[in-house]
């Protein structure tokens, strides 16, 4: 059983700095690309960034030059780097991959951006 396990969203200012974090575990034996996803309220949900197992990104336009994906892949984990966060990143945010062939999603991580 693979399962995805996001970390560190939570109510931040805007212009403030999150880290999300997100943990594979299970019986791993390829991870190819892992990324993030969010979905605001009322809204589909939508890639945010992605990085290959050989570390190749892609974003969002509307994230560039503001996040950062990166992941380890000793320790089988992805994280995205977020800052000068702005209102309208308020959303869940899900981790996805995909493993041993097989697409998996985290539960999701909300994040709120408020004054």
């Known amino acids: 059983q693979v399962q995805l396990v996001e970390s560190g969203g939570g109510l931040v200012q805007p212009g403030g700095s999150l880290r999300l974090s997100c943990a594979a575990s299970?019986?791993?034996?390829?991870?190819?690309?892992m990324g993030w996803y969010r979905q605001a309220p009322g809204k589909q949900r939508e890639l945010v960034a992605a990085i290959t197992s050989g570390g190749s990104t892609n974003y969002t336009d509307s994230v560039k030059a503001r996040f950062t994906i990166s992941r380890d892949n000793g320790k089988n984990m992805v994280y995205l780097q977020m800052n000068s966060l702005k209102p309208e990143d308020t959303a869940v945010y899900y981790c996805?991959?995909?493993?041993?062939?097989?697409?998996?999603w985290g539960q999701g991580t909300q994040v709120t951006v408020s004054s």
């Open positions: 996805n991959a995909l493993i041993n062939g097989l697409v998996y």
């Open positions: 299970g019986s791993i034996f390829r991870l190819y690309a």
